[in-house]
């Protein structure tokens, strides 16, 4: 089977302080109230492992994750989450620094991963599209 690798980065100024912003960035059910056509759920014995479901009816993707490093001190923070399969593999990753402006945070998102069934000639305009919905979404999570 083919995959493509889709790699992007985004970064973006919200008006919110950084606690904040990473406390709604590690609510991982929360996702679902900023990011189109998803939900969240997050494996009871398991805090660190969750499923994104995006997509509508038959078109609806599977992203199981799991958490591999978090910290944040207060002001700064690093997550990393491994795509686990059976759809997606890679790693996405995000970083809260505090903005130039009081109560701005800057966030950093970073996804590098596996697309089943993509020809590899597709992966920057994957890549360009996820960069958008990511932005996009980043804006609804600050509202």
């Known amino acids: 089977m083919s995959h493509a690798k ?5 970064e973006r100024t919200l008006p ?7 406390e709604r960035l590690v609510d991982w059910p929360g996702h679902g109230d900023w990011v189109p056509m998803t939900r969240v759920e997050v494996d009871a014995a398991d805090p660190s492992r969750f499923v994104a ?5 038959p078109l609806t993707l599977e992203d199981r994750m799991r958490v591999a490093e978090q910290h944040f001190d207060g002001e700064s923070g ?9 759809v997606l593999t890679g790693e996405a990753s995000f970083t ?3 903005g130039a402006e009081p ?3 800057v966030v950093v998102w970073r996804e590098d ?9 597709l992966s920057p305009v994957a890549a360009a599209a996820g960069k958008v919905l990511f932005g996009w979404s980043l804006k609804r999570m600050a509202r």
């Not at 889709?6 to 985004?10: L, R, S, T, W």
């Not at 479901?53 to 009816?57: A, E, R, T």
């Not at 991963?113 to 020809?119: D, G, T, Y």
Request: net charge negative; glycine share 10%.
């Open 6 to 10: 889709v790699v992007f980065e985004i």
């Open 78 to 86: 690093a997550c990393r989450v491994v795509k686990v399969g059976p």
């Open 16 to 22: 919110l302080s950084p606690g904040e912003a990473w």
């Open 96 to 98: 809260v620094q505090p």
């Open 113 to 121: 991963v596996a697309v089943p069934h993509l020809p590899q000639f």
């Open 103 to 105: 109560d701005t945070a």
């Open 53 to 57: 479901w995006s997509g509508v009816g």
